[in-house]
């Protein structure tokens, strides 16, 4: 693929979200309005612009991942719109900021390259801590900026701007310092990791002096999240903490102690916590506590199976019948209105994402721009995993947000970075 490809894709994709905008405004009764052309602008100039930025600053990373991109931002926003017009003209103003952000961080590396968080990678992981902590701020002080407590969790800040007000979750950039300081520490550290071991009957373990460090940095911050009652982003740094630490050691160990402390950690937060105990009464029986913790599964069940083959069509479903559908469910709302066809062709997007993703990993020479970038593509892959998983009941629901789908402004900003990201260690790779 041409960047003259990915650009007229970005077009078209951008047609979609408008064309999308306008089959909702005419199932409502409406007709073509405001709407549809400020939503074909603002996909225009976000993803066009960005494109830009890497024709600027990384004109030789790969061309496959804004297209796919870009593709399910619109299928996305049109769920997002058909559910609430507000919470959409929101998320039109995260994609500029987004992507404003996504195109800072290639001309910030454009210079130094990746090899500048591997130098600095301490520093960033004391700002990703500070991050995590940051909700925990009061709500009550004089100062503009303060922590925000939403269903028992503290996730939020809020950021007093007198005029207004903005809200975002600081763990959705601290997670990408997290990766970027344990792909650097396992850069650093692989051989010694592959090679030094201390044996214990018929098990083989690296040296203690060797992870304490990497176990420290990384227990703080789930702890952290546990604290704050995050548990779904707790479970997503820790898998992808399990998977870097088995790409740069080739280690199978890894996976199965990971697997089983996963498991016991599920055990342990739902006798601990009453809303990882409700989620686990709805994944196991949402109809027989349908009018309690079952319902939201239920609704999303329903939903998915009213679709079909080919859906009810944008705007003519009830995906407003699930609670909380533009955040945690949009992907059954994609399954009502888009039918069976429509949800196989958002896993397939995503799957490409991840296969490009992966890709870039495979084909990098430099250790830590392989790890970095397959840390990246870890935790965007076990997060789609987890949500669309949590929607089908394959897994309990997490409360993770499906990346570039869901309303959620700083989910998008912190995204668009990783995207921004990985096309930069591809750029440095193909140079």
């Known amino acids: 693929m041409t960047r003259n490809t990915e650009a007229a894709l970005i077009i078209a994709a951008s047609f979609l979200a408008a064309f999308g905008v306008t089959l909702v405004n005419f199932a409502r009764g409406g007709s073509v309005d405001v ?5 074909f602008l603002v996909f225009l100039i976000t993803f ?4 830009v930025a890497v024709r600027t600053w990384a004109p030789r990373a790969t061309p496959l991942l804004l297209a796919p991109i870009v593709a399910l931002t619109a299928i996305g926003f049109l769920e997002v719109y058909r559910l609430d017009v507000v919470r959409a003209g929101l998320q039109r103003w995260w994609l500029l900021i987004g992507a404003g952000l996504a195109a800072l961080v290639l001309a910030l590396l454009s210079k130094p390259g990746t090899s500048v968080l591997r130098r600095y990678r301490n520093l960033i992981l004391v700002i ?3 991050l995590l902590l940051l909700p925990n701020l009061s709500s009550d002080w004089a100062f503009p900026l303060k922590g925000l407590e939403v269903n028992g969790s503290r996730l939020w800040v809020v950021l007093e701007l007198g005029f207004t ?3 975002f979750q600081p763990a959705e950039l601290a997670k990408l310092g997290l990766v970027t300081f344990v ?3 396992l850069a650093d550290h692989q051989r010694a990791l592959r090679e030094a071991h201390r044996q214990v009957g018929p098990l083989r373990f690296p040296e203690p002096r060797q992870l304490i460090p990497l176990l420290a940095a990384w227990g703080v911050s789930v702890v952290i999240l546990v604290w704050q009652r995050d548990l779904g982003a707790s479970l997503l740094l820790f898998a992808g903490f399990v998977l870097l630490l088995y790409a740069a050691t080739g280690a199978t160990g890894y996976l199965a102690a990971g697997g089983l402390l996963a498991l016991l950690g599920g055990v342990a937060s739902s006798l601990m916590f009453d809303h990882v105990q409700r989620r686990v009464v709805a994944w196991i029986a949402p109809f027989e506590n349908y009018q309690d913790e079952g319902f ?3 609704q999303g069940l329903f939903a998915l199976g009213s679709g079909s083959l080919a859906g009810a069509g944008p705007g003519l479903g009830r995906p407003d019948l699930i609670p909380n559908a533009s955040t945690d469910f949009i992907f059954a709302a994609v399954g009502e209105e888009l039918g069976f066809a429509g949800s196989v062709a958002v896993i397939a997007l995503f799957a490409l994402v991840v296969s490009v993703g992966l890709g870039i990993a495979f084909r990098s020479r430099d250790t830590f721009r392989k790890l970095l970038a397959a840390g990246l593509t870890f935790i965007f892959g076990i997060q789609v995993f987890l949500i ?3 929607i089908l009941r394959i897994l309990p629901l997490t409360g993770i947000t499906l990346p570039f789908m869901s309303y959620g402004g ?3 900003v912190g995204n668009l970075v990783l995207i921004a990201l990985l096309l930069r260690i591809s750029h440095e790779e193909a140079s």
């Open 410 to 412: 700083s989910a998008l």
């Open 165 to 167: 007000q903005m809200q």
């Open 388 to 390: 669309i998983g949590g």
């Open 35 to 39: 709407q549809t052309s400020l939503t």
């Open 128 to 130: 990703s801590i500070a």
């Open 183 to 185: 792909a650097a520490y």
């Open 296 to 298: 939201q599964i239920a």
């Open 48 to 51: 066009g612009g960005l494109q």
